[in-house]
């Protein structure tokens, strides 16, 4: 798949966790290290800053929530940031689990494609700093949420023919909850691809 269209299909997956957006700040009341995750956490969310990518977040974890490899995910990250036409209006981390070097967190959304949605991710401390390591789970998913932020997304970013962009609304106005998991956890083309069946061409 071209980059130009998976740009025109994945706004509304990549917008929670690689775009810009505002966050709560809540620690849990806990420790320091539960302080840095979650400053680290919604740092990442909120930042409009491109150097915050590779500070912020592993190779990883780019890859799968931008669903590229190498350099092409740092640099989508590096233009997402800069993009806060659909940012959620506020994140909340709670549920903070560390140990050693690694940790996870709930990351619970208000507004946005993930409005009423909480994500889990997984965190590694390199050196002094925590980073986000991995989108691993969704507890919880608000999948009209999801579906209605793709389609207005996709209906904005106008680089995909009419047609095409019919058929992928009514695929994606059609997916179960399971499936946009699937998708999100699985960070890869091929799965974000199958919930659009034949809607689009051979590349």
Known sequence: MSRS???????????????????????GGGSE???AITEAIETSVLTTD?????????????????????EEAVEDCEEDVTD???????VDVSGIEAGGSDASAD?????????????????VKEGKQWKLDRLAEVPE???EAFQQSFV???????????QIADCMEHEINQVSEEQVEDVLVGGTEQDLVGLFGGCIPDQ
């Open 33 to 35: 290290e539960e302080a």
């Open 107 to 123: 990351v619970a959304f208000t507004g946005g494609p993930f409005d009423g949605s909480t994500l889990t991710v997984e965190l």
């Open 5 to 27: 269209v998976r740009f025109a299909l994945l706004p509304a997956l990549i917008a929670a966790l690689a775009l810009a957006a505002c966050g709560d700040d809540d620690d």
């Open 84 to 90: 806060t036409t659909n940012d959620p209006e506020s």
């Open 141 to 143: 998913l608000n999948v």
């Open 50 to 70: 491109p150097a915050d990518c590779t500070r912020l977040q592993t190779q990883s974890f780019m890859e799968q929530v931008n669903f590229a490899t190498g």
């Open 152 to 162: 207005n997304q996709l209906r904005a970013q106008g680089e995909i023919p009419s």
